[in-house]
């Protein structure tokens, strides 16, 4: 069944400034070099918050969590994958730390979202050094896990964001003329999101 969500009760902004790439590098570097011990600690930390709570997993994947590790799933071609990775709040590329505070599990196909819908079109647009405001940011006391995993929350964010804040994929401004990615633009908003606003 297809859920309505007015999508602006459940976001924020943020206002950034976006670090030089070393500091990012540095961050990830020691991201990895703590990454068992960062993601046992958080996973911990949001279970006891009940964090967890109401999202339909199973007693095996409480079991993984309680010990601080991501329940497994198997994909389609056999492999195992993670099914909550670690996400930074405030982005790395904008100054965020690596430690508990500003880390938080989400579910992966969430985590590609927010940063290929929300996050990355809007950083692509800043310069290092320059202060913005970035739009659209999830408010995570308020969004559930179940919304996460409900596609019609993720496509409703989406086209949110594209009506409301005109964050597009960044791929569709490479186009030569002005008309040519007009058409672009409405090819591909029929095709996701279906009739033009």
Partial sequence: MFQRYNISDYITTMTVQKTNPEYCRIERKRFGNFRHELKSTVIKSYFFDGY????????????YIVNGHSPVRVGSNGDEYML??????????????????????LPRTFHTFIHEKVFDPQLAK????????IVGIP????????????????IQYHKYMVDEH?????RLIHHKTKRARSDAYNQWYQKTFGKLK
């Fill in 52 to 63: 967890f709570d109401g999202a339909g997993l199973t007693e095996e994947d409480y079991n």
């Fill in 84 to 105: 909550f990775t670690i996400h930074h709040i405030k982005p790395l590329n904008c100054g965020g730390e690596t430690r508990p505070s500003n880390l938080i599990p």
């Fill in 126 to 133: 800043i310069k290092v050094g320059e202060t913005a405001e």
């Fill in 139 to 154: 408010d995570f006391s308020k969004i559930t896990l179940t919304m996460m995993n409900d596609p019609s929350f993720r």
């Fill in 166 to 170: 005109k964050v597009y994929p960044t």
